[in-house]
């Protein structure tokens, strides 16, 4: 068989048979991969621990007819040891590797700018931002808002998500992509604050010294637009963000 070698972060597994495990990854530079690791559940696995959930490692792979093979596993790092002591920490992690899944749903396909956000996700999950120590819940936001926007699904928090009239806009509805005008707004529309689509531009471009001094009732506004966005336009919503703990 033909091999190949990547880097990845581990997604989800399931078992196979008595032994074995599928892995699903999503790698530097072929996308998301589904392969299947033999005898990884047997304790006397010499690489089973390495493609655990959270797990960034550095993999051979052998090409086969509808599932690759796992050949050799190098640790590069496991966020999920760190991340199993604090559960907020580990509940958003768990929303983020099913947002991966979700976002890039075409195997094989290259994903890098979706692998690169990940892994830049779950290291600022374990060590803090480049401004330093932010709630959880934000960078959860900050993520889901980016990711989202790789995937084509940009929101608008300055002109109107409908005619593109230049803001700045009192109204929001996920279901048309960001602020509206009061010519375009559907009813029901949130009314967030000010303060609120200041943060969360500031999440979208990644401006953490921006979020430094943010109220607790600015960040649950944030949390919840951006909850409600995400859930309307990923098909079926996420099933982990229901636990995430928000900011009192």
Request: glycine residues 8%.
């Amino acid at each position: 068989m033909p091999t190949y070698r990547d880097q990845a972060v581990v997604l989800r597994t399931h078992k196979l048979g008595e032994a074995d495990r599928i892995i699903t990854m999503l790698t530097r530079a072929h996308g998301k991969v589904r392969a299947v690791a033999r005898g990884v559940r047997r304790t006397s696995s010499k690489f089973g621990a390495r493609l655990e959930p959270f797990s960034h490692v550095d993999l051979q792979l052998a090409t086969g007819r509808s599932l690759d093979y796992v050949n050799q596993v190098e640790s590069i790092h496991h966020y999920g040891a760190s991340l199993a002591a604090d559960y907020p920490a580990w509940t958003v992690g768990e929303a983020m590797l099913e947002t991966a899944d979700k976002l890039v749903f075409e195997e094989k396909q290259p994903a890098l700018q979706q692998y690169r956000l990940l892994v830049g996700a779950l290291a600022t999950l374990e060590r803090g931002t480049s401004d330093g120590p932010r709630p959880v819940s934000m960078v959860l936001d900050s993520y889901l808002l980016r990711s989202m926007s790789v995937a084509g699904y940009a929101p608008t928090f300055t002109e109107c998500a409908s005619c593109g009239a230049a803001g700045p806009h009192t109204a929001f509805s996920p279901a048309a992509g960001g602020v509206v005008c009061r010519f375009c707004r559907p009813p029901a529309s949130a009314h967030p604050q000010p303060e609120t689509l200041e943060l969360l531009t500031a999440l979208l471009v990644g401006d953490w010294p921006a979020t430094s001094a943010v109220e607790s009732r600015v960040q649950r506004e944030a949390s919840g637009l951006t909850t409600a966005f995400v859930n309307w336009h990923m098909e079926r919503g996420l099933r982990s963000i229901a636990l995430v703990e928000r900011q009192a």
